[in-house]
């Protein structure tokens, strides 16, 4: 996995993800609140291992991971723990970016995550042997697409395509995000933002978070069976929407 976005609209902040895994992995399960010591989560769950690729904490923190640092890389299975339970771990904490920082990570694939935290934008990377942060600005967009599954040359594609889709939507709803996460391309399937590789590897969800000052709201689509979920989430109350 997979390809990530991040995109402001005034005060409103979207963090949308496509997720493309292997048929073989199990569905992953809808979004729900977990409890932590530090407060709750809300994600996705990933059936297999337990972990996630996105969530949302109830003080309005989010994290989206993608598989890979800088580039393709050797797998070097099996590994000590799952990225996506690397994830919550981070999130979970009272500070994710410096809990990044001082996680234990040897024996974790490589991967990306990134952290919106306190309203900063965070991108923050381990390649196996050394630890990466990056701080963004939160008034520019971003795309991110998996080292693991996209060359240097279809990344470059990929934010041309982003970056003409922002100039036809200057102040694009969670809906136009979507409709970029699931049509945009130019009909190359292997590449697409909503991909398909001979139905071995494809998109099976896309996952929409949104952050104002106030709420955050997380909307779950699962492409295979076409389910969708949205939930509501406010600093020490949570409600379904």
């Known amino acids: 996995m ?17 997720r493309d895994e292997k048929v073989q992995r199990k569905q992953a399960l809808p979004p729900k609140i977990y409890q932590q010591e530090e407060g709750a989560l809300l994600y996705p769950k990933d059936a297999d291992a337990g972990g996630t690729w996105i969530a949302l904490k109830d003080n309005l923190d989010a994290a989206v991971l993608l598989n890979g640092a800088f580039v ?12 996506g339970l690397i994830l919550i771990d981070i999130l979970a904490a009272p500070s994710p ?4 920082l001082q996680i234990r ?3 974790v694939e ?7 935290e306190n309203f900063e934008l965070h991108e923050c990377r381990w390649d196996g042997a050394k630890k990466y942060t990056l701080p963004l600005g939160i008034d520019q967009n971003y795309i991110w697409s998996s080292a693991t599954l996209y060359d240097p040359s279809t990344q470059i594609k990929r934010a041309d395509w982003f970056e003409k889709w922002q100039c036809k939507h200057t102040q694009p709803l969670q809906a136009d995000i979507f409709r970029f996460h ?12 909503r991909m398909n590789r001979e139905g071995e590897l494809f998109t099976v969800s896309i996952t929409g978070i949104q952050i104002t000052k106030h709420t955050g709201m997380m ?9 969708t979920y949205v939930q509501k989430i406010i600093p020490s109350k949570i409600d379904a929407a």
């Open 182 to 193: 699931q049509f945009a391309g130019d009909g190359d399937e292997r590449n697409d933002i």
């Open 105 to 107: 990570l040897w024996g």
């Open 219 to 227: 909307n779950y689509h699962d492409l295979k069976d076409g389910a």
């Open 2 to 18: 997979c390809t990530v976005t991040f995109i402001r609209v005034n005060d409103s902040f979207f963090l949308t993800s496509n």
């Open 110 to 116: 490589p991967f990306t995550l990134i952290l919106f």
């Open 72 to 83: 393709n890389h050797a797998s070097q299975a099996p590994y000590q723990r799952s990225r």
């Open 97 to 100: 970016a410096d809990r990044f």
